[in-house]
């Protein structure tokens, strides 16, 4: 799981005076008497690259497609730029929107799909003629300016919607799902494209994906959400290493969750006594949970390591277990491990050495180990 981050790099966001760009409050929408999104409140900084991030279902697309105006919120605000979008249709709002499916014209060359919001303007045609150029050239495809859609590859028509979305200037930029049709190597090699893209015109880029790495590689701050609901927003690091709940630890990357109760809790650690483990787990950090409480554990596969053969144990945080799956993966191998519990966690470890040179097989029993501040405890 890559944790990088697109975008801004003096985050606003903590500044408490700063305005935001886009300020949505309260905002739910109904369908039928379902809520698809439920009293969503996000601020979202002007020249940002942000993420809506969630599985299928979850309200992100239904809300994007309200800041470009094509839903209506059955209630709260939607401010961009400081205007109240409640009664400006989409055509008058300083939004694009570059949609999954690219929707562009079949009988028009990939130069006339990216004028056409120019030449419905009325812009002049020089002037549409010299930013037409100037924006294929940005996007890498000035030679396919003659060619038809059904003669391109579908990173070619990717580039196109982009530029087309990109060339009337928008203030605000919105992407659906803009890489799904993408094969993986392209896919990668394009989201630091688009990344390099958006701060070189320093436009405001709001992207809605179900693809963690996309989002974490891109986004300078991402929003997850679940059931139309907002379940945290934060940096990419922030959201992996220091999730709020169990569905985005879950959500976000892999994770290794140890139920347990919590035994004791002081300002620099708290003790859970974990069944899963069967023994003592210690979290580093002050105390969020009362002794008594049930709680969960989060250790990311990466942080777990592997103690050699005559290594002395730790007397916490620390466990046997048998290798039951192995997954290698070129630069990394994931072991699941099963613990006498009957529990199976997962571990991970960079391929320093030749594969015929690991020591680690299926059935073979390990002993591992994680430190304390690698923990994050979670309230059940």
């Known amino acids: 799981m890559a944790v990088g981050a697109g975008g801004i790099q003096d985050k606003p966001w903590t500044d408490p005076k700063a305005q935001p760009f886009v300020r949505i409050q309260g905002v739910t929408k109904y369908f039928d008497d379902v809520a698809a999104v439920n009293g969503v409140d996000l601020n979202i900084c002007r ?12 309200g992100k697309t239904t809300l994007l497609r309200m800041l470009a105006g094509f839903e209506t919120p059955s209630a709260g605000k939607i401010f961009i730029d400081g205007v109240d979008m409640a009664d400006i249709p989409p055509y008058r709002r300083p939004v694009n929107m570059m949609f999954q499916s690219y929707a562009l014209f ?3 060359t990939v130069g006339q799909n990216v004028a056409f919001g120019l030449q419905q303007e009325d812009v002049a045609k020089p002037e549409i003629a010299e930013r037409v150029a100037e924006m294929l050239e940005l996007v890498q495809i000035g030679e396919l300016a003659r060619r038809k859609p059904d003669q391109l590859s579908g990173g070619q028509r990717q580039r196109v919607a982009l530029a087309r979305a990109l060339i009337k200037r928008p203030k605000l930029v919105l992407l659906d799902e803009p890489l799904g049709a993408l094969d993986r190597k392209l896919r990668e090699h394009t989201q630091f494209e688009l990344v390099n893209i958006q701060e070189k015109l320093g436009m405001t880029f709001v992207i809605v994906t179900h693809d963690q790495e996309e989002a974490m ?8 959400m679940n059931a139309g609901m907002v379940e945290q927003v934060g940096t990419p690091s922030e959201v992996y290493e220091y999730p709020n709940s169990r569905f985005v630890a879950d959500f976000i990357g892999t994770a290794n969750l140890f139920d347990g109760v919590v035994t004791s809790s002081t300002a620099s650690e708290t003790r859970v006594h974990s069944a899963d483990l069967d023994g003592e787990i210690v979290v580093g950090g002050g105390g969020t949970a009362a002794v008594g409480a049930t709680v969960s554990v989060m250790v990311r596969p990466e942080k777990i390591q592997v103690v050699p053969d005559g290594s002395p144990a730790p007397s916490f945080n620390t466990a046997c277990g048998q290798v039951r799956e192995i997954a290698y993966l070129g630069d990394m191998s994931v072991y699941h491990v099963e613990l006498p519990s009957g529990k199976r966690i997962q571990l991970s470890r960079t391929n320093l050495l030749h594969t015929a040179d690991t020591q680690i097989s299926w059935d073979h029993t390990v002993r591992f180990e994680w430190h304390p501040a690698n923990g994050i405890l979670l309230v059940i």
């Open 217 to 224: 590689t891109m986004a300078s701050r991402v929003c997850v």
């Open 106 to 108: 079949p009988h028009m």
């Open 47 to 58: 020249g940002e690259f942000f993420a809506l991030l969630g599985a299928s279902g979850c």
